[in-house]
Structure formats: structure tokens, C-alpha cells
């Protein structure tokens, strides 16, 4: 079993910027790929960006050069640092971690006022 724990959200006003924490915990594979997902309200939960144990990293296009996706694979943490903010980016944000199977953390709310 894998624990993830997330942490960073809160509510900031369009432009601003947020870091998004992630501690995995338990279990841990050397070989993994951890990332943000978000979901809106009323909305599909959709990819935000990944990122390998090696340092591959995948964006949405929606938040390509705005995001940047990072780790410390000594501490099993994942970091998502989100700059230049806008509403449409108001969502929960999930931690995910796979290795042999997908685990996901229990989301933290990021909200962007206009």
C-alpha cells in the first residue's frame, strides 16, 4: 500500500501563484511516475502533469509553461508549482502514484478568484 498526502491549496486571486505538495509513503517502488490530476466542478477529472522517477515530465496543454512539475525522489515528494493563475484552473487537485497499481490522495482545493 502507498500514502499520499497533499498539501499547498487555498484560494488565491487570478495571476497569483501556488505550490502543491505530495508525500508518498509506504510501499514506494524506485521505478514509479507520480503527477497532479484535477477535477472541476461538473467536470471530468482530467491530467494536469506527470513526471517519472528518471525526471520525464508530461503537461496538460492547458498549463504547459504556466506549471512546472517536480520531485524529490529521496523524500518520495512530488511538487507541482503553479504561476501566473487563472479561474479556469479552480479545481480539486489529486496527487496520483503508480507503480504496479494507481493510488490516488485525497485532493486539495485550489481556487482562483477573478
Known amino acids: 500500500q502507498v500514502q499520499l498526502v497533499e498539501s499547498g491549496g487555498g484560494l488565491v486571486q487570478a495571476g497569483g501563484s501556488l505550490r502543491l505538495s505530495c508525500a508518498a509513503s509506504?510501499?514506494?517502488?524506485?521505478?514509479?511516475?507520480m503527477g497532479w490530476y484535477r477535477q472541476a466542478p461538473g467536470k471530468q477529472r482530467e491530467l494536469v502533469a506527470t513526471?517519472?522517477?528518471?525526471?520525464?515530465?508530461n503537461y496538460a496543454d492547458s498549463v504547459s509553461g504556466r506549471f512546472a512539475i517536480s520531485r524529490d525522489n529521496a523524500k518520495n515528494t512530488v511538487y507541482l508549482q503553479m504561476n501566473s493563475l487563472e479561474p479556469e484552473d479552480t479545481a480539486v487537485y489529486y496527487c496520483?502514484?503508480?507503480?504496479?497499481?494507481?493510488?490516488w490522495g485525497q485532493g486539495t482545493q485550489v481556487t482562483v478568484s477573478s
Open positions: 496520483t502514484y503508480r507503480s504496479l497499481r494507481d493510488y
Open positions: 509506504g510501499r514506494i517502488f524506485s521505478v514509479n511516475i
Open positions: 513526471i517519472t522517477n528518471g525526471g520525464d515530465t
